[in-house]
């Protein structure tokens, strides 16, 4: 087994807002390996973005980690110093956005920007950083570097700014690569360029990847591992043959019900009920009760614990605690 | 093919905006450039593509959102011209892909469903609009208690349903639904598409559905057009188009839809294209897909390609469909 290279143990990120404390992230707990890519799936409001942006320490102001343990190699990164801290974003762990539109800055060029980057990881000099800089465009396959440099981010496409977005994360070649639904703004053949290229960098660079995304297609595509989460919180997480052909938790089943299939078979699809939770009014028990077609007694009163269902696929839903319990009971009588 | 009378029947569609270029000069932007196809009552056509592609266009030209620049629509055997498009209005609507900015927020539900119902003077009494309404809300799962609320009280899937009420008011016999399911979550997004289905089966409306999520496009429609740079390449059944697509962009278009099953992922071999959509300002002489066509060849600078019946159904403009044999029996989207 590989080494593990982030290890996230029950993290808590909240936000203070007007109308109360929001508990985005609720005591996640996952494990990335060295190399491998891992997938973060949930809809808008299930603390995806925010459990990646805890790990890198970029959350809004009013947004604060207040639990748990992030294991970067072993040293927790949130006892870092702010100089530390500075050291690991770019340098150990880099991110790139959804929105290559807004996170390039529109009065700098792309060489600008691209050498700011290399130049606070590295101790280059400036022309070495220029070429270092040309060197990465063509690795994310930007044709006629030489001249894209010195160009301005209004000038390029959608796909070409999601390169650029690449280069700049990949210039101080980090072992963790967080993507925040980096193709959702790209059309689907742009999203295939850049879905391809992040793999055949993964596999060049050797780099972990974290692929935080609603789409569970790229994830299918993507991920060795996925995390579902719901709540600000994980309901299952596993490999991905574990999830899409095994899934052990009530959402996830209802979340592969609820996509059109493959093959195109006619059949209705089968929505998942209700509407996604408010963070503000969080249940006492299981988030996802409310919508659970299943849900028993207990999911109203307590948050279900996580459980192992095979070997590195981990649940938590009461139905299986029942369906476990209903088992030795037979085995016993 | 029109022994049978189409509801929708365009021809050679064409919309042009004028876009200045600084020092005066304006140049026609080609969004949509010479699109025909035609609808049957209660079917649905799905029309895809990527951004840029004109396929938003379509659906408010015919809708006479934009002044078309060429071609004829008939509606239902009926020449649309601007005269008659006041009334004809009460039998064609549109649901719009946003469902927070086309929703007036000073408006009450009760009004917003209401308004289309005024504007048509489809009722007698207010007991008569409230009723309609009501029964509107019904039809798409809203509660009647929500009737006096504003529309910032609800969720996107919620909203989207205020919407649909809204179309479905006037009792059109054609939608256009531009990207109605994009904005919302995976969980939300079966929960319409089966609205929309039901809704179908129950008043026999056809729908234009314009989308770019593939896989839900093949779910609900039953013929589908791929559109590029303002021409339609392709358009056959929907289970034709997604197991033998003909045309290399449709091709490659399919072959790049991330498919949720991992195992299906890993075997399948994707045609990623290079390159990026050339400008419809700047579009290339010919057809249009053939800078980035991996088929493409010297005489495709020529001429454009004409959309021609290949097989029964199944149209294609390519102009090397002698190769349509071969190209059929390559790569498909499993």
């Known amino acids: 087994m590989s080494e593990k290279i982030l290890d996230v143990r029950n993290l808590h990120t909240s936000f203070r807002t007007d109308a109360g404390e929001v508990r985005a992230v609720n005591g996640v707990s996952f494990n990335l390996e060295e ?38 190699r072993g040293e927790d990164i949130l006892k870092y110093t702010p100089q530390q801290m500075r050291q690991f974003r770019g340098k150990k762990c880099s991110i790139i956005f959804q929105d290559p539109m807004t996170s390039l800055n529109p009065t700098f060029t792309i060489g600008n920007q691209l050498m700011e980057a290399i130049l606070l990881h590295t101790d280059r000099t400036k022309k070495e950083a220029r070429d270092r800089a040309e060197e990465l465009l063509t690795l994310v396959g930007v044709n006629e570097p030489k001249r894209r440099l010195k160009q301005y981010p209004h000038e390029l496409s959608g796909g070409m700014r999601q390169r650029i977005m690449i280069a700049m994360a990949l210039s ?6 967080i993507a925040d639904e980096p193709t959702t703004a790209l059309d689907v053949t742009i999203q295939a360029q850049i879905l391809e290229l992040m793999q055949e960098l993964q596999k060049k660079i050797g780099m972990a990847i974290i692929m935080v995304t609603h789409d569970l297609g790229v994830i299918a595509e993507m991920c060795d591992e996925i995390i579902v989460m719901y709540g600000g919180r994980v309901c299952e997480r596993g490999s991905a043959d574990d999830i899409f052909y095994g899934p052990a938790h009530e959402y996830t089943k209802g979340l592969l019900r609820s996509i059109p299939s493959v093959n195109g078979q006619k059949e209705k ?60 009971g037979e085995a016993a009588s | 093919m029109s022994e049978e009378k189409m509801l929708v029947d365009v021809r050679e569609l064409k919309q042009y905006f004028p876009v200045r270029t600084g020092w005066g000069k304006v140049l026609p932007l080609k969004a949509v450039d010479g699109v025909s196809f035609t609808i049957r009552h209660g079917e649905t056509l799905g029309l895809v593509g990527e951004s840029g592609c004109g396929k938003t266009t379509v ?50 539900v009760e009004d917003i469903i209401g308004e289309p119902l005024d504007v048509h ?27 006096t609320r504003y529309a910032h009280e609800f969720s ?31 969980s939300i997004q079966a929960q319409v598409v089966n609205m929309f289905e039901e809704l179908q089966e129950k008043l026999g409306v056809a729908y234009l ?13 039953h013929r589908i057009a791929v559109m590029y740079l303002g021409r339609m390449v392709e358009l056959a059944d929907a289970d034709e188009i997604y197991d033998h697509p003909m045309h290399p962009y449709s091709k490659s278009l399919l072959s790049s839809v991330p498919i949720p099953d991992p195992r299906i992922a890993r075997e399948r071999r994707r045609i990623v294209l290079s390159g990026d959509i050339p400008s419809p300002l700047n579009a290339p002489s010919g057809c249009p897909f053939r800078t980035r066509c991996p088929y493409g060849q010297d005489d495709c600078a020529e001429c454009m390609p004409e959309l021609k019946e290949v097989e029964s ?9 002698e190769d349509a044999a071969r190209m059929k029996e390559g790569v498909q989207l499993r």
């Open chain 2, 313 to 321: 159904g199944h149209f294609v403009a390519c102009h090397h469909m």
């Open chain 1, 269 to 328: 699809l089968i929505p998942i009920a209700g509407t996604p939770i408010n963070l503000l009014n969080m249940p006492k028990g299981c988030a996802f009760c409310s919508r659970c077609d299943n849900a028993l007694k207990i999911c109203l009163e307590e948050v279900p614990e996580e459980e192992l269902v095979s070997p590195g696929h981990y649940a938590s839903c009461w139905l299986n605690v029942k369906k476990r319990m209903e088992g030795s």
């Open chain 2, 209 to 221: 559905f314009i989308a770019h999520d593939l896989l839900v496009v093949r779910h609900i429609s």
């Open chain 2, 59 to 108: 659906g408010r030209t015919l809708l006479r959102l934009y002044k078309p620049t060429g071609g004829e629509f008939y509606f239902d055997g009926e020449l649309v011209t601007e005269k008659n498009m006041p009334s004809l209005r009460k039998q064609m609507q549109m649901v719009f892909q946003d469902p927070y900015s086309s929703l007036n927020p000073r408006m009450t």
């Open chain 1, 172 to 177: 101080s070649e980090p072992d963790i690569l």
């Open chain 1, 35 to 72: 190399g491998k890519s891992l997938g973060i799936v949930g809809e808008s409001g299930s603390g995806k973005s925010v459990t990646a942006y805890s790990i890198l320490q970029i959350l809004t102001g009013n947004g604060r980690v207040t639990g748990g343990e992030i294991l970067f």
């Open chain 2, 121 to 147: 003077h489809l009722y007698s009494n207010k007991a008569e609009r409230r009723e309609k309404i009501l029964s509107l809300m019904e039809t798409v799962g809203l509660n009647a208690e929500h009737a």
């Open chain 2, 156 to 186: 996107g899937g919620q909203r989207q349903r205020i919407g649909i009420a809204r179309a479905l008011a006037v009792n059109p016999k054609f939608i256009v639904c531009d990207e109605p399911v994009s904005a919302l979550d995976v």
